[in-house]
């Protein structure tokens, strides 16, 4: 009987199938509890995510994506030294891993432990030398740290590769303002208000101006 009806409605039968199988799938996706972790952090609820992430190692020890979403949600949160607990977790297990070794550079950043920064931020343009955000961070590291011509070098290779953003700009003209370079400070300056609408950069430009001017 069902090999008749089969013969009589082919594409009818075929289609059935085909949304049978895939109603199941997405089931079975709605169930998987890393799925649910992406979900979490997607939509901005970091503090869960964080939570069903530590659980959830228990059942996927090394599991990259876990340790993804858990070092991302506590960054979010601000919890800096459990966030640096669990990224150098996750590198033991993904020792060359470019997204943990940025992620703990950006942790030492945000803690002022700079030079720990630096170290990180190499290791990670070592392994991703097209990264143009790890030489924003790294820069930023180097202009906190003090090194000056080395944050400019950083700091322009970061605008080079498309970092989008006014802060490269920022730290670009400070570090140059820094070794007096003040005419080079303002003109790196002018281009970036032309394109970013920020107060910093404006308060900066009139800093250095007013200088220049006596």
Wanted: charged share 20%.
């Amino acid at each position: 009987m069902s090999s008749k009806i089969f013969k009589k409605f082919p594409i009818i039968f075929l289609l059935l199938l085909f949304i049978f199988i895939l109603s199941n799938l997405s089931d079975l996706k709605a169930q998987d509890p890393v799925v649910t972790l992406a979900n979490l952090y997607n939509q901005g609820k970091y503090q869960d995510a964080a939570d069903l992430g530590i659980n959830l190692l228990t059942s996927y020890p090394e599991n990259k994506e876990v340790y993804t979403y858990i070092t991302l949600s506590l960054f979010k949160l601000g919890e800096y030294q459990k966030c640096l607990t669990y990224t150098k977790e996750a590198l033991g297990i993904f020792p060359n891993d470019v997204q943990f070794l940025k992620l703990i550079g950006r942790v030492y950043n945000e803690i002022g432990q700079y030079n720990l920064a630096i170290t990180y931020f190499e290791r990670c343009l070592v392994y991703n030398p097209s990264d143009g955000w790890s030489y924003y961070y790294y820069g930023k590291a180097l202009f906190f740290s003090t090194s000056y011509y080395k944050a400019i070098s950083a700091l322009n290779a970061a605008i080079y590769l498309g970092v989008d953003q006014y802060y490269p700009h920022y730290y670009l003209a400070y570090s140059l303002y820094k070794v007096s370079e003040k005419n080079k400070a303002l003109s790196v300056l002018e281009k970036a208000m032309k394109k970013y609408n920020t107060n910093r950069l404006i308060e900066l430009y009139n800093l250095i101006k007013s200088e220049t001017n006596h």
